[in-house]
């Protein structure tokens, strides 16, 4: 028994190793036979673009802020306490040119020019007296001339007396004498018209300062009403009835929004496609955009004036253009961020493609005959995410706008 044991275990195994290796045989004899094929070229699917050739003129993108060309700030011009304040005096409120804006107490400025009023009326009687002694002293002078001029003839005719001895020596003397108290009342009567005449000056000059005190007096009645310069919104109010203001005082701002301006950067690169001088760039339309929320406002302008210098922290240059904002009542405000779109010089004969289009700056591909075909090309500029281009291209010819990897000429491609 323990002999066919063992003889089981040796001849089981090799059995079924003799039946496996039949079976392995068998299935190889019995294989079919593959007949090798040729490899399938790939087809790569692209997007294409026809080619048009033409003259261009884009529109360079900059970045601006609206800007008023009139935005005061209101101060008042004398100090004193606000008793009235105009109806639209309120922040964003609309007023007129002229439209009242605060008033201060007048009490003080009316005492102040009635107090000047007086003054001047005082100083010209004053002068009218000093008028009348100048004519008094000038009569008494003009007859104290007359009574010299008799004094002379007289002391003249008793001289030739004297040398023929028909009057004493005294009488002679006399005579003189009443000469020369003649002649000291005339010099008395010019001294004191001399006098007079300062003091009539001085007493103009007195009336002249306080004429120039009243005028200030009335300018500062006037001032107590602060009116608006010019037709404008209110913002930043800062008063009220019963505060009491300084000179000086801030009151508020008043924005102009007939006059708005959009002020934008160009870069040295922009500038020097758009001018070769200053005056060049003015008077150039510009399409301003104002994005808020979801809507997108238009306006139009016009460029008015260059900024006299490069700004040296970003190497371009400031510009600034007038906006068309004949309804102010819009909702354009001062500190808006716009864009504005500026043309740019016309480009001769150029394609206009998908910057996807180029590859290295110098390159495109051309569709031919389902095949792709390399073109050098001349990058002229870009414009967000198109490019002009110049090469031997022709008109109607598809440029491929798809990259793939191993991109190249020869391979084969079918536009979608």
């Known amino acids: 028994m323990l002999r066919k044991r063992t003889i089981s275990k040796i001849t089981l195994p090799a059995l079924v190793l003799l039946g496996a290796l039949a079976i392995a045989g068998y299935l190889k004899a019995t294989k079919p036979t593959l007949e090798p094929t040729a490899p399938v070229e790939k087809t790569w699917l692209i997007a294409a673009n026809p080619i048009s050739i033409s003259d261009h003129q884009p529109e360079i993108l900059a970045y601006g802020k609206i800007v008023s060309q009139r935005d005061t700030e209101m101060r008042t011009l004398v100090a004193g306490q606000v008793v009235v304040v105009g109806t639209r005096f309120v922040d964003g409120g609309y007023v007129n040119q002229g439209d009242l804006l ?35 002293e ?117 924005i102009d929004l007939d006059r708005l301006e959009v ?33 997108k406002l238009e306006f139009f302008g016009s460029v008015t004036r260059v900024s006299s210098q490069i700004d040296a922290s970003s190497g371009g240059i400031q510009v600034y253009a007038t906006v068309d904002n004949s309804d102010s009542r819009s909702a354009l405000r001062s500190g808006a961020f716009v864009e504005v779109y500026l043309l740019d010089q016309i480009y001769k004969q150029v394609a206009r493609l998908p910057e996807s289009a180029l590859h290295d700056n110098k390159t495109i591909y051309i569709v031919v005959n389902n ?46």
């Not at 934008?264 to 929320?293: P, Q």
């Open 102 to 136: 605060i008033k201060i107490d007048p009490f003080q400025f009316d005492v102040a020019v009635a107090k000047y009023e007086a003054q001047v009326m005082e100083a010209e009687a004053q002068l009218d007296e000093i008028q009348a002694q100048f004519q008094a």
């Open 371 to 416: 095949r792709l075909e390399e073109r050098p090309v001349k990058l002229i500029k870009r414009i967000g995410n198109e490019v002009l281009l110049h090469g031997e291209l022709s008109h109607g010819e598809m440029a491929v706008t798809t990259r793939f990897p191993g991109i190249g000429p020869g391979i084969k491609v079918s536009i979608r």
């Open 138 to 254: 000038a009569e008494n002078l003009k007859y104290d001339k007359k009574q010299l001029e008799i004094s002379k003839r007289e002391w003249q005719r008793r001289v030739k007396l004297a040398k023929g001895n028909v009057i004493s020596k005294k009488v002679l003397d006399d005579t003189e004498l009443a000469l020369n108290e003649r002649s000291r009342a005339v010099s008395l009567g010019k001294n004191n018209l001399r006098k007079l005449l300062a003091i009539k000056k001085k007493q103009t000059a007195i009336i002249s300062q306080a004429e120039t005190s009243l005028s200030k007096a009335r300018r500062d009645l006037e001032n107590v009403e602060l009116t608006a310069p010019f037709s404008g919104y209110l913002s930043q109010i800062d008063t009220a009835i019963g505060k009491s203001l300084p000179v000086n005082g801030k009151v508020g701002r008043l």
């Open 263 to 295: 002020k934008f950067h160009l870069s040295n690169a922009e500038f020097g496609h758009l001018a070769k001088s200053w005056d060049t760039l003015v008077d150039r339309s510009v399409r301003i955009i104002w994005r808020v929320g979801s809507q």
